[in-house]
């Protein structure tokens, strides 16, 4: 017997749905055939799989109803085995998939909605690190802080959808006020999904921090002082401030 | 800068002592139990939740871990796969064990993961003298970077393989004293197997070394009609107590636990489940001294 191989056969009868190969390996009686067998394992793993994504993506399920949220994951889970034994890196694909599993299309705006729950549970996930004293700054020449980049915090994401997938998402918030009826959701929006002390938040940067989205992604693409000063020209001092005292950005660097 | 790799100190005994019946930590009950503080002489954490370091649920455990000892009870090991350990993942358990210092560290004597996917489920081995090797081979090697013996539990299966060559009491037997590691005995896991293999749950039950038991488990399953499923989503039945009872008398005094993972009930419910084994073991342990 080859253990490696049982094992691959093994992983083939629950992540694709024909277990024959693996069934060699398997003894079968009158109760339960070997397949049958095999099948109590495809069904263990994927209502596993299945369960923390949709603790995951809560309101992707409800937008699509716990059947057919149930037959997406299927489908994914099969195209997209978990490959880490951290349960929590589980699912970052799922967004993308809703965006080419053709029985979704007609909710346009659900692998965006995927997508933002994907970056909540991403940032929930992450450290919240304190950021360093920026009046170090000042210790610099004039010379080096044209040089100067910063750095976001990883507890922070940016996302952009065509659609209003924040009102969407608060909307099946308990208690939320916001009835989707009245709003119009075909609206572009730019979020700022960000882990403060107390819980996480979704920001709107284009009406509420105008400008906001263009500078934190010249930022996430390291852009120093002197090409943000290029970009933002006299902005750039009340910007880099506001970014600061929120907490969004880390640390700055020279180099 | 930042506070990332500062060093956690936690104010506990060094090596917590366990004893009685304790229950599963699930996050329903954090703030019940923040709030409440109940009388459970310990908690069992599922480690593989608290891996990454700097979340909320980390931060949640340093703090409970103030007022109850703990035990890690883990799933990622994957101890029987045939791809190499991963070493990222038993790094960040040894740095919670260090942090958190449980009284020990359990996994499953199963495979989870193979060919780099990860089922995130408990799968049999063949009970195989190979298979024997190969197993006590990585117990060995995760035993040396922890640097202390871990303890393996028995699974519950639904298959069992043409190859093997022994008694799955046999392979426990073989593959704790070779590897030199403890056991954690899983009652009700015994009884589901037992059912859906049609052996002899007591003949499984006498076989066990008893001097390797650690701690003991009982939970629910489900019943699908043509095999028992181990959900942990219900009571512990009539004849699983039973069983529990005679491994009292068996084995004596040791650690039990109630697993209780999906239809998650009220902490009050689990800590009925917990008195009733309390109960048994007060009513067998007098009659065994
Ligand atoms: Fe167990």
Known sequence: MNLEELQQDFISAIFEKNNSTAAKHVTGDDRLTAE?????????????????????????????????????????????????????????????????????KSISYLSDVAALEWARHQVWHEVILESVDFSEMASLTEEEQATVWFELKQSLRLIESGYRIDLIWFAHQDGSEIKLEDVNIDEGVQLLIWKGTDGIKITQLDTNYQDYWDFLTAISEKNNITQLAGKFGEHLPSHLNRCIQEGWIKSFNRN | MGNQNSEKTIQTNALPT?????????????????????????????????????????????????????????????????????MDFLKSL????????????????????????????????????????????????VQDYLGEQIVIENVSSYLQFKDSEMKEWDFINEVTRKSDCKLLLDVNNIYVSSQNHLFDADEYLYAMPQERIAEMHLAGYEDHGTHLLDTHSRPVTDPVWDLFTKAVEHFGDVPVLIEWDSDIPSLQRVMEEANKAKAIQQKVLPLCA
């Open chain 1, 36 to 104: 049958q067998r095999l099948g109590i394992y495809r069904g263990s793993v994927h209502g596993i799989l299945t369960s923390s994504l949709g603790v995951t993506f809560p309101v992707t399920k409800s937008l699509v109803g716990e059947k057919f949220f149930d037959h997406m994951c299927d489908v994914f889970i099969d195209k997209y085995p978990p490959t880490s034994p951290f349960f929590v890196k589980y699912g970052g694909a799922f967004s993308e998939f809703l965006e080419q599993f053709e029985p979704a």
């Open chain 2, 18 to 86: 366990i004893q009685g019946c304790g229950i599963g930590l699930r996050l329903e009950h954090f703030d019940e139990i923040k709030e409440q503080k109940p009388d459970i002489p310990w908690f069992e954490i599922l480690s593989d939740n608290y891996l990454i370091e700097g979340t909320s649920q980390r931060e949640y455990l340093y703090k409970f871990r103030e007022d109850y000892p703990v035990t890690f009870h883990g799933v990622g090991l994957s101890i029987g796969s045939t791809d190499p350990l991963n």
């Open chain 2, 94 to 141: 040894k740095k919670l064990k260090d942090e958190v210092q449980p009284a020990w560290i359990s996994d499953h004597l199963c495979w989870t993961s193979a060919h780099g996917v990860v089922t995130h489920d408990l799968i049999p081995l063949p009970y195989t003298k190979s298979v024997i090797t190969h197993i006590v081979d990585r117990i060995k090697q």
